[in-house]
């Protein structure tokens, strides 16, 4: 043993030279760097990158299934711009309410106030305009203004009181729920200034108005989730609370923003709702939660697996809307609807659930 220790390892301060003659000790030494050794480890790589890519990308093809599936089952009806027009529009709110999910997620945290700040925001901004002769721009503004209190309250609750996220927004929007009500008088209002309605019922290359804002609002959150140090941090409490608070990252502010940002934007998902809608509901945000969470939690498998992230939540979005319309045009049950949200949120946390697990173990 003492032998081969001295004739192997070189004295310290020196390199090894190679092996004098004889094909056996080059091939000693080179083997495991080449050879059918290297090559089978190359191939297992690339077999493992590309299966990794189709996971992340998943999504896209079963969305190429469906649209061909209800494309040979319904040609006539499902082929058709009118069914692309209507799916872009009345999806629209639903990515935005989405897309308020987003930030609190990223740092672990719940918001399932965002029904009840839509709701708000569709009361408020109608009766300053039809009972209060409020202009649209003036009502807009203060509509903005309310919902960033209400995402203030929230933090308030879950970051100075404590209380989970869960049931602090559970709470909360079940007193923004009692407040429709109270604004309203139970009444439903429908005199909304033309000049409003307008900026939600035009259209741009044919496409519904909405569908636009939806793609400005997607921009600035994806623009902060990955290039502002703020979206990092997000990610980074959301990961590990505690490590982060060791390596100096303020998770109660971040945990602050994210709940307004949510508010804030449920808030305008709201007002685009009225646009469209051009008259008030009593429960209008309700409807939307469910997919909202579906999308989210099902766009966190995808692209960036294991982490909440825009694009997956939008390509999420427009999947379930496919589905839910090919379903409705083939004459399913009106109550199809929640059956398939309800079921995609269970398997869509179930994947999200072992994504991350997966992240975590490589």
């Not at 092996?19 to 050794?37: F, I, L, N, Q």
């Not at 970051?159 to 869960?166: A, C, I, M």
């Not at 939307?288 to 099902?298: Q, S």
Request: proline share 4%; glycine share 12%; hydrophobic share 55%.
């Amino acid at each position: 043993m003492s032998r081969d220790s001295s004739e192997t390892l070189p004295p310290e301060g020196t390199s090894a030279a190679p092996p004098e003659g004889g094909a056996a000790g080059g091939a000693a030494v080179t083997a495991p760097s080449g050879g059918r050794g290297g090559g089978g480890l190359s191939l297992a790589a690339v077999g493992h990158a590309l299966a990794s890519g189709v996971r992340n990308a998943s999504l896209l093809f079963i969305w190429a299934g469906l649209i061909i599936l209800f494309g040979i089952l319904e040609p006539h009806t499902f082929l058709s711009m009118n069914t692309a027009r209507t799916i872009m529009g009345e999806q629209a709110v639903t990515a935005i309410m989405a897309l308020a999910l987003v930030g609190p997620i990223a740092a672990r945290q719940f918001d399932l106030s965002i029904s009840g700040a839509f709701g708000i925001a569709v009361i408020v901004v109608a009766s300053l305009m039809a009972k209060m002769n409020v202009s649209p721009a003036f009502a807009i503004a203060l509509t903005l203004l309310a919902g960033i209190l209400i995402g203030v309250f929230n933090s308030y609750v879950v970051g100075v009181l404590k209380v989970n996220s869960f049931i602090a927004t559970l709470g909360s929007g079940s007193i923004l729920v009692a407040m429709q009500q109270w604004i309203s008088g139970g009444e439903v209002i429908t005199q909304i200034p033309k000049g409003f309605t307008s900026l939600g019922r035009g259209t741009l290359f044919t496409i519904p108005m909405p569908f636009f804002y939806m793609l400005v609002i997607a921009g600035l959150v994806w623009y902060l989730l990955e290039y502002r140090q703020t979206g990092r941090y997000l990610y980074a409490a959301g990961s590990n609370a505690d490590a982060a608070r060791l390596a100096g990252v303020r998770v109660g502010r971040l945990t602050a923003i994210g709940l307004v940002i949510s508010a804030g934007i449920a808030t305008i998902a709201g007002i685009i709702f009225l646009m469209r809608i051009g008259s008030t509901s009593l429960n209008a945000g309700a409807p939307y939660l469910l997919p909202a969470f579906a999308a989210v939690f099902l766009g966190a498998t995808q692209f960036k697996e294991g982490n909440v992230n825009v694009p997956g939540t939008l390509v999420a979005v427009y999947v379930l809307a496919t589905g839910v319309k090919g379903v409705q045009l083939l004459g399913a049950q009106f109550w199809m609807d929640e059956v398939i949200n309800g079921a995609v949120l269970i398997i869509a946390v179930a994947l999200a659930v072992r994504s991350g697990r997966q992240s975590s173990a490589l």
